[in-house]
């Protein structure tokens, strides 16, 4: 939701949709660049006032757009190393990430396209200049969209000054300045006032230390949790190529520009796995480096075949599985909830309307829906409710008093659900299912 958050919700807000109060605590900081959510503009804009396209038609092509971007990119990426395809292609978090719309992954994307628009410029081609100085603008639309993506960008330049490239180094630069310059009047446009978004980022969480409120970690807590949300071997494979690339070419450009990348978040406190998010883009191009390393093993080849099946076997799972609970119990709503004014009664740890004590008005603004908590006895439930435990479901299947109107995932699955297995965990599994009672 942190990309809802910070970029749809961004949009409502400029709408007069949602009051300053309902907004995250950045907006009052000024901390979110309205570059990023400027691209998300015109299609809210066209759809307000022309359109009326549903909120979720509208989600889709903005995600539609991310993926453009990264598909073009890895098109750019396999046409200079097509051994890398196989891997963009199997690598099971490569689609989720395709269409995310946040700030890591379009910084990600936007900076390896420069990367691989930087190494095919040579400095004698004819219009070299002003090839340069748009790779520059690329690499400074990533920072201005996710500030911590300039410790690459910043590996980048100290590779070519050690190639003692000046003049690349000035051209690329140039093109950075002019885009901070049209970030700075995006954040003008959408704040109505002229600050500078990266100080108030710095400002905020490090310097006043905000980001540490929302929880703190040790210096390895990246290991575990890669580990833990990859299945465990092939976020090891990852760490392990990571690891081995830095080893094996120490003054690679992918070396210079993923360390310090890596060692500035592993210095900061406050840690959540999708802050490394820009560096999968990079990642194929390890895994081959690595694979160099490894396959002169006799092992080598059953580790790959076993990597390839985990990744297959991950993606085929998540090509069945919504990546967020909460939008499509948004979805379902849309599609169910009565035009006049109605309650709806949940059994969420937190409020469905209210996550994050946060109301996700760019889904739920045309739902006239008060949400209260389901009353113990299941008798004096009605109208909609939305339940999360098995328990209930059977229960209300056995009554025939509520008709189910849809379950996150499907009923055969809601069945045959084994005991053993958790019914919740995180925000990544929820059982719910949504009925309606008289």
């Given at each position: 939701m942190d990309e809802h958050f910070q970029v749809f919700e961004y949009i409502q807000w400029k709408f007069g949709?949602?009051?300053?109060?309902?907004?995250?605590?950045?907006?009052?900081?000024?901390?979110?660049?309205?570059?990023?959510?400027?691209?998300?503009?015109?299609?809210?804009?066209?759809?307000?006032?022309?359109?009326?396209?549903?909120?979720?038609?509208?989600?889709?092509?903005?995600?539609?757009?991310?993926?453009?971007?990264?598909?073009?990119?890895?098109?750019?990426?396999?046409?200079?190393?097509p051994k890398q395809l196989l891997l963009f292609a199997t690598l099971f978090f490569v689609p989720w990430l395709d269409v995310r719309t946040s700030a890591e992954m379009l910084g990600g994307w936007l900076l390896a396209l420069g990367f691989v628009l930087d190494d095919d410029t040579r400095t004698d081609a004819r219009d070299h200049r002003a090839r340069l100085i748009a790779i520059g603008f690329v690499f400074g639309a990533a920072v201005v969209?996710?500030?911590?993506?300039?410790?690459?960008?910043?590996?980048?330049?100290?590779?070519?000054?050690?190639?003692?490239?000046?003049?690349?180094?000035?051209?690329?630069?140039?093109?950075?300045?002019?885009?901070?310059?049209?970030?700075?009047?995006?954040?003008?446009?959408?704040?109505?006032?002229?600050?500078c978004v990266?100080?108030?980022?710095?400002?905020?969480?490090?310097?006043?230390?905000?980001?540490?409120?929302?929880?703190?970690?040790?210096?390895?807590?990246?290991?575990?949790?890669?580990?833990?949300?990859?299945?465990?071997?092939?976020?090891?494979?990852?760490?392990?190529?990571?690891?081995?690339?830095?080893?094996?070419?120490?003054?690679?450009?992918?070396?210079?520009?993923?360390?310090?990348?890596?060692?500035?978040?592993v210095c900061i406190s406050h840690k959540e796995l999708r802050f490394l998010f820009p560096l999968a883009p990079m990642m194929p191009a390890m895994l081959l480096s690595s694979w160099e390393l490894l396959a002169r093993f006799a092992w080598s080849s059953a580790l790959a075949r076993a990597y390839l099946g985990l990744n297959l076997a991950l993606a085929l799972i998540g090509a069945f599985h919504d990546a967020n609970l909460y939008v499509g119990l948004y979805a379902a709503l849309f599609e169910h909830a009565p035009p006049k004014r109605a309650l709806l009664y949940y059994e969420f740890r937190t409020d469905p309307l209210r996550p994050w004590t946060l109301r996700p008005t760019y889904y739920i603004e045309r739902l006239a829906l008060i949400s209260r908590r389901v009353p113990r006895r299941r008798k004096a439930w009605h109208g909609l409710v939305v339940v999360e435990k098995l328990a209930d479901y059977h229960a209300l299947q056995d009554e025939h008093r509520c008709a189910v109107l849809t379950t996150r995932y499907p009923a055969g699955v809601m069945n045959a659900w084994p005991q053993w297995l958790p019914e919740t965990h995180a925000p990544w599994l929820a059982l719910w299912s949504l009925w309606r009672c008289p």
């Open positions: 949709a949602v009051p300053t109060a309902q907004m995250p605590w950045e907006l009052p900081a000024r901390m979110r660049p309205w570059l990023h959510i400027s691209l998300f503009y015109p299609l809210e804009w066209i759809s307000r006032h022309f359109l009326d396209l549903s909120p979720f038609t509208r989600a889709t092509v903005h995600r539609a757009c991310a993926a453009a971007l990264a598909l073009f990119t890895i098109r750019r990426l396999t046409l200079r190393d969209i996710r500030l911590m993506v300039a410790a690459m960008v910043s590996g980048l330049l100290l590779f070519h000054a050690r190639q003692r490239d000046w003049q690349r180094i000035v051209l690329l630069g140039t093109g950075v300045v002019l885009a901070a310059a049209v970030g700075v009047l995006c954040d003008r446009w959408g704040y109505g006032e002229f600050t990266a100080w108030n980022y710095v400002h905020q969480n490090l310097v006043l230390g905000k980001a540490v409120h929302f929880g703190s970690a040790p210096f390895y807590a990246y290991v575990p949790m890669l580990l833990e949300a990859t299945g465990y071997l092939p976020g090891a494979v990852l760490l392990m190529a990571l690891l081995v690339h830095w080893a094996r070419r120490p003054l690679d450009k992918l070396t210079f520009m993923s360390a310090p990348f890596v060692l500035l978040h």
